[in-house]
């Protein structure tokens, strides 16, 4: 079996003033692919896979239709190129938000399958926090996602999407996907599945999986920062038997919808300021303060210094900001060199819909230009407050983020980071942490956004609505 695979992957907010261009997508192609280790487990499958292109990027604004062309037509041309196969496996987020477009990934599906033509095999992984509509299910054949946000099954459901395609064309059954919206747009902090009802709505997924005529049920949360069409949750199965799918789909729904009052906020939450007093107050050594609105992991900008201004009027022991993105401000600590005394006009200058720049005086402990993702950085003792400044947007998700750049995280009583909920290496480290409903492009009191394309009515922006799964049929045409 020949098998290409590749993928365009980003979660793309509209609510961000800062599109995503074309620079800010790693591309990988050739050997690069096998060598990335996203696909470890490809030697194990009997399959000859041939690599197309794979570009990610960190969450950002839309993506420009001119990176989307590009990237589109460079993993085409070399698709195209392998000639004849089998089958595909696209490695995709599924909240791509190209600007000027409804459905991205749909587009993109449609696109592969005009090139492979209707017998081969299309199989997809996912982000659970992907948009999904019937359009796109409707041009592939095997769909798969995450199964746990914070996500810690990345490359298994990688492997699964690739082995279901293996085996489905060993078998030669032609499998479908049933897809069943569900008006309910939550954020991924409020519908984590290491909480309830999470949970029990993602681990009973295993049991659908095992029913005859089934190979795979997932359950998407959406991507409530961008204000289309298809943001919404929604129930998707794949297998052979068309009717056990759109009733297992249908009830999967109706189970998300029956739970939808009760999710929440699985960190206690509050203002920046409450966060910061309550951090202050806390026995524990270390508190771990999510900037939520700026959270760069779900597209905001990652320039706002509003919680750095809060925390020097706090006057804390220590602390750490990470970080805020700042090339000018960089640029300036580096001319000035370590040790030096800066005054900085700080962060404010992308993001000017939520911010604007804070001026602070500090002085210069460290600079780094070894990352590639974040590009130059700046490590500045503001007060009590070290403050990580990045050339490029980033995110600090892991500890070593902080500790290539010499600083401890634990060392200090507060360290802010942009994030909503903690990734899995900071929640490991973390003995508290509180998130703070900060303004910006990922605020996470949805109320506040400006939707107008969303469907409405739409939980719980209308909260007494009421909804009935319905079934769909499959066709995209
Ligand atoms: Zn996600």
Redesign the pocket.
Known sequence: MRIAFGGIAI?ASNFSPVPSTLNDFIVLTDQALFDSGRYPFLSELEAEFLPTLFASALPGGAVTANAYQTLKTDLLARLTAWGPVDGVYLDLHGAMYVAGMADAEADLAAAVRAVVGPNALIAASM???GNITPAYTGQIDLLTA?RT?P?RDTVETRHKACRMLVDAWTNGVRPQIACVPIPVLLS?ESTRTDMQPGQRLWAALDQIDQLPGVLDASLFVGFAWVDEARAHAAAVVTGTDPEVIHQAAAQLAQTYWDARTEFHFGTPVGSIDECITWALAAPETTVFISDSGDNTTAGAVGDLPLCLARVLIHAPPSAVVAGITDAAAVAICEAAGIGATVELSLGGKLDRIHGQPLPVRGQVLGLFDSDREKGHQAVVQVETVKVIITERRTAFTRVSDFTQVGVDPMAHKIVVVKLGYLFPDLLRVAPLAYMALSPGAADQALERLPYQHIQRPMYPLDKTMVWKPEMLKLDAD
Do not use: N
Request: hydrophobic residues 25%; proline residues 0%.
């Open positions: 979660e982000d659970l926090h995450y946000a996500h991924g």
